[in-house]
């Protein structure tokens, strides 16, 4: 749904609005979203827009004309990154603090900014103006130093230009009238395959699907091998024949969360292939009996929402959407559902939580989203690119797709390439290939021992050091979400692990104690080794909390939090044992100042 919110004194105006007049706001906002606790989310999200922050009058407003408790929607602001109760500025800037986004130079984009516009990190100026903040990765890493400015996206950000934004901001200049390059985003593609090389006229795979009927479309799935590729590589036919045999209604969810470091290639494929996807999409539903879906778009990439919107108008008008899709007799229509800034929200059913309006909490498993996910349905859920593929598949046949990747890892894999390499940018390429081809083809030669190590799959994927190289990239050996970031040998990837680590702590939900508790040991454990104030003592505790939270956490998360330090202790001994010191001298008297003026 596309929304028109009224419109209300902007935040940049020094005088905040009464109780009485947000509350009329939001009053007359609340008729555009279906009323319930599905739509909070979506209603939080433009409160945040309107006001720089939640005020409590919205809050209580929405509380009441929703019957929801208040603790219900306060806790909702206070899980996603990008909600606030405290007021942001009127220009709010977000850097990305990726490790690729450091090695591009963020800081130095971070401190003249500090400089230049009179603000720390973390905090709003005086005046209500700017505030500036730190974020996790934005999916921009092949052209960062990269950030967002009330959700638009910054570029090859330099401290010059950063001076320059400055002066804009002090000036009050609107983001229409900025220079229009610096918004600009390209999506490179080194290399193309079957998927890239072949797009699709919209309705074309689904007018093909419509004509074997879903028996025939979960036969080719499974004939062509087609498993999930959002990394955990699920057979795609298994999951939606389980949804299609339990009793309906159904739902399809697509997973557009890409949040893992390193990972951008659905950002290319959801600005250039949104047609695939709503294909796919519809394909799915009209295979398992489904009506609604919801395409769960994450808040970094809100900018892309416009022309999602304006494709999914077209596909309505073309009856390839709703309540008779191509005359079939079968309803499905799809909805945009953003989040807000949340990284464990990519896990399947913390996303089904998100898209129902709540924090973004994983869910217990089983019973799995194809027995009880969205409001309870049977749904399934997908990434960008396997949706993508399934329409090509619709379309050409299974033994097209089959015909490219090995016996497990069929057809092929779209690599989101970045660091230190010659050509960083998109590259698609046939399951199996291996590491050494990839780096071939970015530009990098491996011969010349400049490499150092590669990260297969972001942070919650495989470090592996130059020895490995000849490693094929498939589900049989280094499965990949799409990430793939090289280190050449002048990082410090001791250091590069502690920013993951980092990464991980600020991310995790704090459900379960495996991973709440154990992050905050590793982060304190990583910080310690990179200062040279740990021992041997500390090394086997980050051993044995690593191996514990991969054995007990709750999800994904904290069960790969540990696995950038491991790979580092596993593949790279040296850049630990040359930091470590005895027993007596581990001990970091500065730094426990500082915690000890934290907690008083």
Known sequence: MTVSPPTLVSPLQPDAPSDATVQAWVERLLPLYQAGPRSLLQVLRQVQQEHGHVPPAAISTIAQAWALPLTAVRSVVSFYHFLSFEPRGAFTIYISDSPTDRMQGNEAVIEALCQSLGVQEGQTRADGRVSLHRTSCTGLCDQGPAGLVNGQPLTRLTPERARQMAQLIDADVPLAQWPADWFAIHNPIWRTGATLSHPIAPGAALRAALTGGPETMLQTLRDAGLRGRGGAGFATWQKWQACRNAPGPRAITCNADEGEPG?????????????????????????????????????????????????????????????????????????????????????????????????????????????????????????????????????????????????????????????????????????????????????????????????????????????QLQRQISFEDLPTGGAFTVFNTSRDLLDVARQYTHFFANESCGFCTPCRVGCGQLVETADRLVRGHASQRDVDRLLETGHLMHAMSHCGLGQTAANPLLDVLAHFPDQVQRRLVDDAQAFDLDAAVVDMKAIS
């Open 263 to 467: 990972t951008f290639k659905d950002r290319m494929l959801l600005m250039h292939w949104a047609h695939e996807v709503f294909e796919g999409m519809t394909i799915a539903a009209l295979t398992v009996g489904a009506a609604q879906g919801f395409l769960y778009l994450r808040g970094e990439y809100a900018f892309i929402e416009p022309a999602l919107q304006a494709v999914l108008a077209a596909r309505r008008a073309a009856q390839l959407l709703g309540d008779n899709v191509l005359s079939s007799g079968q309803a499905f229509d799809i909805e945009i559902h953003l989040g807000a800034g949340a990284y464990v929200c990519g896990e399947e059913t913390a996303l089904i939580e998100s898209v129902e309006g709540k924090r973004g909490i994983p869910r217990s498993r089983p019973p799995f989203p194809v027995d009880r996910g969205y409001l309870n349905q049977p749904t399934v859920n997908n990434n960008v690119e396997t949706f993508v593929q399934v329409a090509q598949i619709a379309l050409h046949g299974a033994e097209w797709f089959a015909q490219h990747g090995t016996e497990h890892s069929r057809g092929t894999r779209i690599l989101s390439v970045s660091g230190d390499v010659a050509r960083p940018g998109l590259y698609e390429v046939p399951w199996g290939v291996t590491v050494a081809q990839v780096l071939d083809w970015a530009g990098v030669d491996a011969t010349q021992a400049d490499v150092q190590a590669v990260l297969v799959g972001g942070p919650s994927g495989k470090l592996i050091d130059a020895s």
